[in-house]
């Protein structure tokens, strides 16, 4: 019965250095990290793309609204116009009238 003693080989070659296990050199780079650093690295990099889709939705809402903005002045700008056409045609408080008339109008179908 042999018991192997830890520092002598068995094989008889005590001249030689003690072996190591061996390494894999070409270990990736995520399999060399531990994982509470690629889970961290991970939640960093979510947080960093939830920050950059609010940024990114803010950015849409305020083009929207200014999209809105001129829209409506656009909207305006026609109503005028063509109000001013039909006072050139037509009697002033006619015109007047049929502008009361357009917003009552307008006033319910918003209800």
């Given amino acids: 019965m042999t018991t192997t003693i830890p520092g002598i080989r068995k094989s008889g070659k005590q001249w030689k250095p003690p072996s190591k296990p061996s390494r894999r ?3 990736s780079a995520s399999l060399k990290t531990s994982w509470s650093q ?3 690295l991970r939640e960093k990099l979510a947080q960093i ?3 950059e889709l609010r940024l990114h939705t803010e950015k849409l809402a305020e083009k929207e609204r200014r999209v809105g903005i001129i829209k409506e002045r656009r909207a ?3 109503e005028k116009e063509r109000f001013a056409l039909l006072e050139a045609k037509m009697h002033k408080k006619k ?3 049929m502008r009361k008339k357009e917003k009552r109008n307008k006033m319910l179908k918003e209800r």
């Fill in 25 to 27: 050199t070409q270990i």
């Fill in 38 to 40: 690629r889970s961290a």
């Fill in 49 to 51: 793309k939830s920050h």
């Fill in 76 to 78: 305006q700008a026609a």
């Fill in 95 to 97: 015109v007047e009238r």
